[in-house]
């Protein structure tokens, strides 16, 4: 999946000559082979640099025609393209942010005006003081902007979509009828720190946030785009105040969520899942559709669709509770069996 032009900018082309000179890395294959775009070893297409990192699968990097940053253990193992590049490097994903950054760069959010000439706004739609509008974004029929709401470069708002006062958006292609809450921020970077040969490198971020019709995000949330590919949140989600969604979540159609939610990189959310207040999900799991999650439960791997678990880590509910009362029959004080036959202080005084 190439990168969207309507948020990103390819700046140039590398060539794997270039590029291992750079990184100090070793070459095989084709030196020329040349590089305009970035993406995920999961979906790379032509003419893009991707990385895949030590203990990652890569089936699909063998039909690669272009880059690939990774360990010398990979490279032991897999055959070529022709025509593509190996750049071994000790530390691949910290290789590639530094490399990525020369191929593509983010569309600025900063407008030289309030509302930029080329953005695209509807009639109907209402823009409150204080309103930022980016170059090339498109504003839906009955849209309302609240005071001092930052709308990036390419963001997309369906008809009839409400966002609050403060509110961010980038990067993001929202859907009809939704509502954005005040202070939340869609679209920022995500978590990804990779280690370097100097310390921890910020991973660049090249995907997007959709939304799909009738997603309610309450105030304060914030939502990350994908780091490739998109973080999405389906129909019907409805999110409470104060939630996060990290990068390349996938939320399933009408999945709720109360207050303090937060669901790390890359979960997979099955339809109509329901989440407690400040539940915390490990990264790579997958909750089941139905599946609900009582509050302060941490899954820590994936639950079954239709089951009710609770817990820190999350276990089902029904398990819990019997470890519960266990516990508490545990932890009650223990009446001595001399102690049941002595007199009790009454019993001395009646005597």
């Known amino acids: 999946m190439s990168t969207d032009t309507r948020f990103y900018r ?32 999961t979906a790379p297409s032509a003419g893009t640099l991707i990385f895949v990192g030590a203990g990652e699968k890569a089936d699909l990097p063998e039909a690669h025609e272009g880059i690939i940053i990774g360990p010398a253990a990979l490279r032991e193992t897999m055959t070529l393209r022709d025509g593509s590049a190996f750049i071994v490097h000790s530390h691949p994903r910290a290789a590639f942010a530094r490399i990525a950054a020369q191929l593509v760069v983010p569309h600025t959010r900063m407008a030289l005006a309030a509302i930029d000439p080329s953005a695209s706004i509807a009639a109907s739609a209402v823009i409150s003081a204080g309103a930022s509008i980016g170059a090339g974004a498109r504003i839906g029929d009955d849209c309302q902007i609240g005071p001092n709401a930052v709308i990036g470069p390419g963001v997309e708002i369906g008809e009839r979509t409400h966002v609050g006062a403060c509110a961010v958006i980038g990067f993001a292609l929202i859907g009809r009828e939704c509502r954005i809450g005040p202070g939340s921020v869609l679209g920022e970077a995500g978590f990804g720190l990779a280690p370097g040969p100097d310390g921890l490198v910020e991973l660049p971020h090249f995907g997007r946030v959709v939304l799909g019709d009738q997603v309610r995000i309450g105030a304060n949330c914030t939502i990350d785009r994908g780091m490739f590919g998109d973080t999405l949140l389906r129909t019907g989600v409805k999110l409470d105040n104060l939630c996060h969604i990290a990068h390349n979540v996938d939320v399933g159609e009408h999945t709720l969520m109360a207050a303090f939610a937060g669901v790390s990189g890359s979960v997979k959310i099955g339809r109509g899942a329901q989440f407690g207040g400040r539940v915390g999900i490990v990264d790579h799991v997958n909750i089941g559709e139905g599946a609900r999650l009582a509050a302060n439960a941490s899954p820590a791997w994936d639950v079954p669709a239709g089951e009710t678990w609770a817990g820190q880590p999350a276990q089902p509910i029904r398990s819990w509770l019997r470890e519960l009362a266990i516990l508490k029959r545990m932890a009650a004080p223990k009446r001595r069996a001399v102690d049941a036959g002595k007199p009790s202080v009454q019993d001395k005084t009646d005597d």
């Open 10 to 41: 390819r700046v140039g082309s590398l060539n794997a000559r270039e590029i291992s000179g750079e990184l100090d890395g070793e070459l095989a294959g084709n030196p020329a082979c040349s590089v305009h775009d970035v993406a995920s070893h």
